[in-house]
T-cell receptor, first 114, second 116 residues
Framework: DVKVTQSSRYLVKRTGEKVFLECVQD?????MFWYRQDPGLGLRLIYF???????EKGDIPEGYSVSREKKERFSLILESASTNQTSMYLC?????????????FGPGTRLTVL | AQKVTQAQTEISVVEKEDVTLDCVYE???????LFWYKQPPSGELVFLIR????DEQNEISGRYSWNFQKSTSSFNFTITASQVVDSAVYFC?????????????WGLGTSLAVNP
């Protein structure tokens, strides 16, 4: 069964802290994505990765960075968290040899920055 | 421009009613893919269906059905005899076929409340 896991369901951090959000998939997928979801704004793509150590900016990369050292793990990093980064963060993976396949999502991390 | 519009922000129905969620898309590509996802209160997006632009056949899966019409650029989703467990946010998404494009264009979602 397909599985995408995220390290935390809920996270509370302080302004200025460095925050790591981890995502792991067990499907050997090449592509992984980080989205944030805010009321009224839908899902917005932050970064994605199409291979180990490869990454591309999405639509809203400012204030974020990512790391993909192993195929199964994709980390989202908030270098210095700010209150406007309070949001729901969703990780997804895509594979199966065809880019038109569906993305599989993790359960999400609800991050609050105080 | 590539765009997905879900004009209905919120819908509220009573159990057993039928409900249709609208999705209108824009793309210049002739090859593209459309998706529907469900996001229940637990938060995890669940894939429901994928349709490619060359397949206009309607799809039925239990109480769920999808009507794809290229002439109106719409990919609407109908739930028949709705149940409380159908309460969720539903997203429509588009993948256009530009080279190695991996990105999806998402609608803003429709929040469906099914009341007992």
């Amino acid at each position: 069964d397909v599985k995408v896991t995220q390290s935390s369901r809920y996270l509370v951090k302080r302004t200025g802290e460095k925050v790591f959000l981890e995502c792991v998939q067990d499907m050997d997928h090449e592509n992984m994505f980080w989205y944030r979801q805010d009321p009224g704004l839908g899902l917005r793509l932050i970064y994605f990765s199409y291979d180990v150590k490869m990454k591309e900016k999405g639509d809203i990369p400012e204030g974020y960075s990512v790391s993909r050292e192993k195929k199964e793990r994709f980390s989202l990093i908030l270098e210095s968290a700010s209150t406007n980064q309070t949001s729901m963060y969703l990780c997804a993976s895509l594979g199966g040899g065809a880019l038109y396949n569906e993305q599989f999502f993790g359960p999400g991390t609800r991050l609050t920055v105080l | 421009a590539q765009k997905v519009t879900q004009a209905q922000t919120e819908i509220s129905v009573v159990e057993k009613e039928d409900v249709t969620l609208d999705c209108v898309y824009e793309t210049r590509d002739t090859t593209y893919y459309l998706f529907w996802y469900k996001q229940p209160p637990s938060g995890e997006l669940v894939f429901l269906i994928r349709r490619n632009s060359f397949d206009e056949q309607n799809e039925i899966s239990g109480r769920y059905s999808w009507n794809f019409q290229k002439s109106t650029s719409s990919f609407n989703f109908t739930i028949t005899a709705s149940q409380v467990v159908d309460s969720a946010v539903y997203f429509c998404a588009l993948r256009f076929n530009a080279g190695n494009n991996r990105k999806l264009i998402w609608g803003l979602g429709t929040s469906l409340a099914v009341n007992p």
